[in-house]
């Protein structure tokens, strides 16, 4: 029996995942030996950036959060001459994206737990094939990093996992710096979209530029404006706000959805399998398959034509699916070692299906004292507030509870037009 996917690019990886949730790659990783473009390379023998110690608290080291751990050696190199940490999680190849992100920012928190890390100057990089991973460890989890910079590569795997809101990026930009010919042109699609980003050329971009870009950047505990979008209970933490249940039902007009909507394409039924979007041909050679893959594929296989027509690269495999509106029967010609073997399948035409969501947006009014907490999709949460910020008025929705003299943790619940609170358990 086929598997039906749907294929997206990452970076120069192409990638076939299952419909209903395309996403950047699970286990995927660039090849250790890629280098960013022009001179937005990670050091061989970079000198010190001077200025590149961004304000934070004394005696701890602002960090770099490594996307991909194969890259670790050469940014420690540059982080020992600038006083800064890396930190990466294990490579897991069989870890799916979300598994990823969260294991890189355990293993920040655990950096921050042992003292020396800076928590208000954590900053995410990655490069090439991972500079996607950037975009979407801060579309999942965007009260963890002060910044991040995405060298060479691309957004678009991220954004077609259907999985970017531009909410999160609201107090996390980014630098994407890369030389693509339609780079720049993307970059400021995103930036019209709300995508708080920096797009600059990769040519003559030097690690000093980079440093003093992320330097910049300090994240701050308590941001005075939050404003966070998920489609996930597991990813609902908004700085100071935790979101803890949902209700569709709960709508709010004022808040829209922030998606980046992706490009879900055209793919061929032929499994989960995965082929460089680079590949110069001729035709299409099998990279990957996933764990227990059951389809017509091996690794190693090339897919030489479709329909009776040659492929000549994975461009132009990718050119040809663009243009199919409709799913349909085809015909695809596989090569194996000295043999050819004709395989009947279809291209497939995902659905797109409606994208459920909840948002939150507050602001803290130091003038007035005021907590203003706008949601949607929301019934409950948890709040925490500074001593500085009390007493305050807080106001959920157009609820308002009045004169909060107690900081810490308020547990907050909305029922029946009623506003409940109670300490946090």
């Known amino acids: 029996m086929l598997v039906c996917a749907t294929s997206i690019l990452v970076g120069g990886l192409a990638l076939a995942q299952p419909p209903g949730g395309a996403q950047p790659p699970g286990g995927a990783q660039p090849p250790g030996g890629a280098q960013p473009p022009g001179g937005a390379q990670p050091p061989g023998g970079a000198q010190p950036a001077p200025g590149a110690q961004p304000p934070g608290l004394p005696g701890k080291a602002p960090v770099i959060a490594l996307v991909n751990p194969a890259d670790a050696a050469q940014w420690q190199t540059l982080a020992a001459e600038v006083g800064w940490r890396v930190v990466a999680a294990p490579d897991d190849p069989l870890a799916n994206i979300d598994k990823r992100v969260q294991a890189l920012a355990l293993k920040v928190e655990e950096a921050v737990k042992d003292g020396a890390a800076d928590p208000s100057r954590v900053y995410l990089a990655g490069r090439a094939d991972a500079a996607a991973t950037v975009f979407y460890a801060?579309?999942?989890i965007p009260d963890r990093w002060a910044a991040g910079v995405a060298l060479g590569g691309s957004p678009k795997s991220a954004i077609d996992s259907n999985r970017v809101f531009t909410a999160n990026f609201t107090n996390t930009p980014v630098l994407w710096a890369s030389a693509g010919a339609n780079d720049e042109s993307l970059a400021a699609k995103l930036k019209d979209a709300g995508l708080n980003l920096e797009w600059r050329s990769s040519t003559g971009l030097t690690n000093r530029a980079i440093l003093q870009w992320l330097a910049a950047h300090v994240r701050a505990d308590f941001p005075l404006t939050i404003d966070c979008e998920t489609n996930s209970p597991t990813f609902a933490s908004c700085y100071w706000i935790q979101l803890t249940k949902f209700d569709a039902a709960e709508r709010n007009d004022v808040l829209p959805l922030t998606l980046v909507?992706?490009?879900?394409?055209?793919s061929l039924d032929l499994g989960g399998f995965g082929y460089r979007g680079d590949d110069p041909g001729p035709g299409v050679g099998v990279a990957f398959l996933p764990e227990k893959y059951n389809g017509p594929l091996k690794v190693g296989d090339r897919l030489v034509a479709l329909d009776g027509k040659p492929i000549e690269n994975a461009r132009?495999?990718?050119q040809t699916l663009s243009k199919v509106d409709a799913t349909r029967p085809a015909v695809a010609m596989i090569e194996r070692a000295k043999d050819r073997i004709r395989v009947e399948t279809r291209i497939l035409v995902p659905r797109r299906d409606p994208v459920v969501t909840a948002r939150v947006k507050a602001e803290y009014q130091p003038d007035s004292h005021q907590i203003i907490v706008i949601s949607r999709s929301v019934t409950e949460m948890r709040i925490t507030i500074p001593p500085d910020w009390v007493p305050?008025?807080?106001a959920w929705n157009g609820l308002t509870l009045d004169n909060i003299k107690t900081a810490g943790c308020?547990?907050?619940?909305?029922?029946?037009?009623?506003?409940?609170t109670a300490p946090c358990q």
């Not at 909507?261 to 055209?266: R, S």
């Not at 907050?412 to 037009?417: H, I, M, S, T």
């Open 261 to 266: 909507p992706g490009d879900l394409g055209a």
């Open 410 to 420: 308020q547990a907050l619940k909305l029922e029946k037009e009623l506003l409940h």
């Open 392 to 394: 305050a008025d807080l």
């Open 316 to 318: 132009q495999l990718l």
């Open 138 to 140: 801060i579309a999942r």
